[in-house]
């Protein structure tokens, strides 16, 4: 008895159970709402649906589960709630100008026996404020590193920050710090080298966050750097022979502009009747003892740079126009060394390609000569076996068959 009671007990327990959990669940699906997102200050529908509804009762509930509707009637002062549709299907209700305070779970319910409920839980976004760039340094001199700080304010949820130099992803240093309730302040330091390329170059911060597109700030680097230098020759135009005159432009470009160039002749003096102006050099009536490296140097307040000018004074044209290898030579040392292996490097193919043509022919040559000495050679030797009249032919007969041992014999005696 004991046993078959406690048995029964068992089954009743497990089959309220398995209502208990199925049965409610059968019920809501007549029941449906939906979580929303909503921005703060906009407005958002909450919307509680009814599949098959038998006339029961429907109402809306805030979070603290205060009803907000009850069928078609508003109990709640709060007229930011408005009725947008009450039918058999349908309780949909909006509330405007959110604030962070409305965000929770609102209860949808329908009196059934038993009565059920559908929850809607509204999030209210907050975007962060306009994001602000700050800067360590105003300008950077190339090859030192700079420091960017990125601050999104008070957003909810915390945002994210990418940086951007230009089309390159940057990598940041994010810190995320909770202001007060659910808002949060983000932080985002980048720091890297500048190169001049840099100069002007945009660094954008952007802002993710789900209640903003588009949000960033922008800064546009700016990056000091040492001047580049370029000579170019104005005068003359082709070689530079004894007596033309020579005039130089030294182009120095830099940021800021640099402030000073000089001219001077490497390890020597500049010839005396040289004029420099501003950025010139003239030299008049050249002469082949001005041969030397002439260099512009320029500087600011990043460091100096300079350029090679190298002379090379040629006869007069009076003389035999001697046309020079490379007359690009006078302009960069590098260049007249590297133009001239060039020649180099074509003249000994030229002579290996002569010379192996010259040794192909010799050894056709040679070849066709040797095949026909033989067939002469074994003519003779043979002549010399038949009738040995001829002394050499004869010895070499005897070397080449046994048969006439005798008078090899006889002809060595
Ligand atoms: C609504 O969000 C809650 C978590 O906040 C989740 O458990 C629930 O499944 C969501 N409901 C719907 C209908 O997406
Ligand atoms: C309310 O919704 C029903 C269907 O759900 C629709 O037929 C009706 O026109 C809506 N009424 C209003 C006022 O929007
Ligand atoms: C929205 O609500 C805030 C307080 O939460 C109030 O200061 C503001 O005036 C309201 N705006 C409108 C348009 O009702
Ligand atoms: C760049 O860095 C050097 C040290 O590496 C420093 O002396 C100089 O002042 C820096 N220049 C600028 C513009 O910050
Ligand atoms: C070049 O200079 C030397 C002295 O340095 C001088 O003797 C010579 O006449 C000059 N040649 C010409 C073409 O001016
Ligand atoms: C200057 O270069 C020319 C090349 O044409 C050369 O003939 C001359 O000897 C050089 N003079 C000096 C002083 O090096």
Known sequence: MAITGSGSLAISFSVFVISAAFLPKVDTQNLATENKSVIEGEMVTISCKV???????IQLLNPNRQTIYFRDVRPLKDSRFQLVNFSDNELRVSLSNVSLSDEGRYVCQ??????????????????PGSPVIESREDVVSEGNETEL??????????????????????????????????????????????????????????IDHPAVKDLLAQRHLEVLYKPEVKILVTNPKGLTREGDNLDLTCIAEGKPRPHQINWLRVEEDVPPHAVVTGSELYIENLNKSYNGTYRCVASNVVGEAYDDYILYVYDAPTTTPTPTTNPVSTQ?????????????????????????????????????YFARHKGTYFTHEAKGADDAADADTAIINAEGGHTNTDEKKEYYI
């Open 51 to 57: 599949k098959n509804n038998d006339d029961s009762v």
């Open 110 to 127: 329908l009196y059934t026996d038993p009565p059920q409920e559908a929850y809607a839980d509204i999030t209210v976004l907050v975007p």
């Open 149 to 206: 700080t990125c601050i999104a304010m008070g957003s909810k949820p915390a945002a994210s920050i990418r940086w951007m130099k230009g089309e390159e992803e940057l990598t940041g240093e994010t810190t995320v710090e909770e202001m007060y309730d659910r808002m949060f302040t983000v932080t985002s330091r980048v720091r890297f080298s500048v190169t001049k390329e840099d100069d002007g170059v945009p660094v954008d911060c952007i």
């Open 332 to 368: 960069d040392s590098r260049a007249g060394e590297g133009a001239p292996q060039k020649i180099d490097h074509a003249v000994i193919g030229g002579v290996v390609a002569v010379v192996m043509f010259a040794i192909l022919c010799a050894l056709i040559v040679l070849g066709r």
